[in-house]
């Protein structure tokens, strides 16, 4: 134990990458695809012997400026390891070309979840299961990183209650904490917290799967999706499952681990007392859900009335049904559409539905959470803020309640989650220009813009009027959504706080 927490981060990851390409290996091995099992094998014995030679080369170096040392291995994490794992989907795949498997491992390792292969028969069933092996990894990854490196540095979302130095970690005392606590021992106690929460969720989600009729292979890659938010499925999303309402039922239930991190990680941020019925995050996905599902469901009911027409009590569940999985799915950045969801479109009247989605998926879920888009805690800060000026506008004279944390979050959380929103915009706008100068239609640079920056892939399937094909994307413009897909799964305050004079100095 102590040569591995000697070694550096990233070749731990190294390491981690190479021994899961044994999983589509054995995959490839029961099912006789004797080809991609040696492809996956001889793979994961290269990597593993570079993760060795890498080791021996980095063994018990202690970088000069922490901060620094931890933001640069996560740019290489989701920069380079991508690379590593599209070796064996290119050569195990047919007529793949190595930078569209870089493609697809960059979305399945940012949690995004686009992919050039619509068509599932397109790809051999153990490649689709090392997609969702390497999402799978991601989100595990954001787990951690999120409680080992964020939440010490206040980004991801941390910087709304940590705004004013009112938390646990503050900005002054992260030194200190640099130099007290290395970064191996905090990884290494916080997987050894939080990686059996995030193996055993998997696995009672896959049982239950299974249990519902689902077969192995698929229930297996679906909860691997929904624990990881990445959206990735061997037969085109939920909406072809076997377990039918029931599955989606069971998933729904998952959903609430990309909403709060109260979830699965009470008490790792002094917040034992937390309950999770008060936990704003949560209070915002319940009124965020119920009312994009009453403007799709309420504008056909009342429209009915007034023509006079009638649905029946099924038509009216399965639209009702279609609506609430779909939109927590979005919201969550997963992107699996319900079997009822065409259903609730066409019950909504709307030329476009899929808006909503586009809005959902860009405030996105929780903080500390694999969930991507702006996060529903800094939406919450922007609330409370607002709420409170018109309160002021009404009663000028009158005092804010809430305690010292409410008004830290009105406050300064405020005005932090309001830089990241500007930030978010203009990256949106940095992209959007970036895909139109390859050629891309206005309409499908915002949907697909809004896709990898969220970490949304599967939006561009529903996101706009109809559906956007990634394969027919010109080159320049996958390596521009690549890049974005990197960017979002970081957010712009992590990349920003690179060029901090402060992180740089010794």
């Known amino acids: 134990m102590a040569i591995i927490r000697s070694l550096p981060f990233f070749v731990l990851l190294m390491g981690i ?26 793979a994961a014995l290269l990597g593993l012997t570079l993760t060795l030679l890498a080791g021996l080369a980095t063994s018990g170096r202690v970088p000069r400026n922490a901060a620094l040392s931890q933001l640069m291995t996560l740019v290489l994490a989701f ?36 992919t050039l292969y619509e068509n599932a028969g397109r790809l051999p069933p153990s490649l689709h299961l090392w997609r ?46 640099g130099e007290v606590a290395r970064l191996q021992d905090r990884l290494a106690r916080h997987t050894a917290t939080l990686a059996p929460i995030y193996v055993g969720l998997t696995f009672v989600l896959w049982i239950g799967l299974v249990l519902l009729g689902e077969v192995p292979y698929i229930a297996l890659c679906h909860a691997m999706s929904v624990l990881s938010t990445s959206g990735i499925s061997p037969i085109g999303g939920v909406y ?25 990680s009470r008490g790792m941020f002094g917040d034992s007392d937390a309950r999770l019925a008060r936990d704003p995050e949560v209070r915002m996905a319940l009124i965020l859900v119920s009312g994009v599902t009453a403007m799709l469901f309420l504008r056909h009911w009342l429209g009915s009335i007034e023509e006079g027409t009638t649905s029946t009590l099924p038509a009216l569940f399965s639209s009702l049904w279609g609506s609430i999985f779909t939109v927590t799915s979005f919201l969550t950045t997963t992107g699996f559409e319900s079997r009822f969801w065409d259903g609730a479109a066409e019950w909504s009247g709307l030329e476009t539905p899929g808006l909503f989605l586009v809005g ?34 009404l009663h000028p004279s009158s005092v804010g309640g809430g305690g010292r944390e409410a008004r830290t979050i009105r406050r300064q959380g405020a005005y932090i989650s309001w830089v990241f929103f500007m930030l978010f915009a203009l990256s949106i706008a940095a992209v959007m220009l970036l895909l139109a100068l390859t050629g891309v239609q206005f309409e499908t640079t915002m949907v697909l813009t809004v896709a990898a920056l969220s970490t949304t892939g599967p939006l561009a399937v529903v996101g706009a009027e109809s559906p956007i094909s990634y394969a027919g ?5 996958k390596a521009v959504l690549g890049a974005a897909m990197v960017l979002g799964r970081l957010e712009t305050l992590a990349l920003i706080a690179l060029f901090n004079p402060e992180i740089w100095r010794r």
């Open 360 to 393: 959902i998926a860009l405030i996105g879920g929780g903080a500390a959470t694999t969930a991507g888009g702006v996060k529903l805690l800094r939406v919450y800060a922007l609330f409370r803020h607002s709420e409170r000026e018109v309160e002021r506008l």
């Open 240 to 264: 072809y499952a076997v377990s039918g309402f029931w599955g989606e039922l069971l998933i729904f239930c998952f959903f609430a681990f990309a909403i709060s991190r109260l979830t699965f």
């Open 132 to 177: 969702a092996t390497v999402g799978w990894l991601g989100g595990m990854l954001t787990w951690i990183v999120a409680v080992a490196i964020f939440a010490p540095m206040n980004l991801g979302g941390f910087e709304v209650r940590t705004a004013g130095g009112s938390a646990q970690f503050t900005a002054g005392r992260y030194s200190q904490i």
């Open 17 to 42: 990458g190479s021994a899961a390409m044994l999983v589509p290996a054995i995959h490839a091995t029961a099912l006789g695809a004797t080809r991609v099992m040696q492809t996956f094998f001889y």
């Open 473 to 477: 994307l010109p080159d320049a413009a």
């Open 79 to 114: 920069g380079l390891l991508p690379i590593m794992f599209a070796v064996p989907f290119y050569e195990a795949g047919e007529n793949i070309r190595f930078s569209d498997a870089w493609f697809e491992m960059v979305s399945s390792f940012t949690t995004t979840g686009a």
